[in-house]
């Protein structure tokens, strides 16, 4: 965990480098909109190995990762299969080749492992009617403690739960971000706020990194505090090709060229070359973009300004102390009330 006032600004590079290791449990914590796409690619870049990846929908983000053979296991409610068995994506290949094992959960029951870590359980009760269902009867890697049935302490009833997620690292996209974390995020939210805070540690990437007051002026947006943030990554086009509220849509194009590609393990494979490994960062990613199919292709996504009414933040006064350090109520100094505490035996030390 990190402390409130350090500058906790660097590159993708340095923060995949330093908060993920190989043999993790990584979850990636936007819900199919505004991926983290450029740590996404740099973990690949830097060849981590033996993943355990949590991704409540899994389209680019998992299917790059597991093409470039850093995942060994995948908890998932969804993962894009395009074509089934026979013409499915990475994964599938993946699963079939005996190289990727897999845990299939309910969005519900995924969102709920979440929230048990979130909030420092370790466990959590779920809905019981997806025990009549292969999601509760076929277990993978995580055997009996996929789903747990327990009784009810007050009713003896029969509850099924489900077993707390903290990962050791969520990598997650934002739209704007402070330079001592705290990350602020606006539009369909999923289960973007519960995995990132209920991993162990957390690297943010944002379109922009704004001043401190520009994030006090807007507490509402605030999903992630400072404390929680060990890594800022300021990465404009950072979730690329998916589209981020505010600054540019899907880049539909871009990611039907990323399916075609994927369909085969070749041209998967000269897909990662071109985009990832061929691109050491996401400035070198929209060069190459722009020299591909034209700057025109980016500047036709980029949002048009749709602004919400400003709140009124505003009180009398900040603060019970005044600007001459009395209390508002009693009119005394900080000396004073303890003067008068330690007087009636109050003032404990």
Not at 32 to 51: D, H
Not at 52 to 60: A, C, E, N, R
Request: charged share 20%; hydrophobic share 40%; with cysteine.
């Amino acid at each position: 965990m990190s402390h409130n006032n350090d500058n906790k600004v660097m590159s993708a590079r340095e923060a995949v480098s330093r908060f993920v290791n190989d043999g993790d449990e990584l979850i990636i914590g936007n819900y199919t909109v505004g991926t983290c796409v450029e740590l996404v690619f740099e973990v690949c870049r830097q060849k981590k190995q033996g993943l355990t990846v949590y991704s409540q929908s899994g389209i680019l983000d998992v299917d790059v990762l597991v093409n470039a053979g850093c995942v060994k296991r995948l908890v998932s409610t969804y993962v894009m299969r395009s074509g089934g068995k026979k013409g499915g994506g990475a994964v599938e290949r993946a699963l079939q080749a005996g190289t990727l094992e897999m845990e299939d959960y309910t969005n519900f029951n995924y969102n709920a492992r979440l929230m048990a870590g979130m909030h420092g359980f370790t466990f959590i009760p779920v809905l019981e009617g997806v025990m009549a269902t292969d999601l509760f009867r076929k277990r993978g890697f995580m055997g009996e403690d996929k789903y747990r049935v327990i009784d009810c302490p007050y009713t003896g009833k029969k509850i099924l739960t489900v077993p707390a997620a903290n990962p050791d690292v969520c990598i997650i996209h934002v739209q704007r971000a402070d330079r001592l974390g705290n990350a602020q995020y606006w539009g369909s939210m999923g289960s973007v706020a519960a995995a990132a805070l209920c991993s162990k540690q957390i690297i943010v990437s944002c379109e922009e990194i704004v001043e401190h007051d520009i994030i006090q002026s807007s507490p509402h947006f605030t999903i992630i505090p400072a404390f929680r943030v060990n890594a800022v990554v300021q990465v404009p086009w950072g979730a690329h090709p998916t589209e981020v509220l505010g600054h540019y849509n899907q880049d539909r194009f871009f990611y039907g060229l990323f399916r075609q590609s994927n369909t085969t393990a070749d041209n998967a494979k000269a897909w990662l070359e071109e985009w990832v490994y061929g691109c050491p960062d996401r400035e070198a990613y929209l060069d190459h973009y722009s020299a591909r199919f034209g700057i025109d292709m980016l500047d036709r996504l980029r949002a048009k300004a749709y602004y919400s009414a400003p709140a009124n933040y505003g009180a009398a006064f900040t603060s019970v102390w005044d600007e001459a350090g009395r209390n508002r109520v009693f009119g005394l100094t900080l000396e004073e009330v303890e003067e008068v505490m330690e007087k009636k035996g109050l003032l404990y030390e």
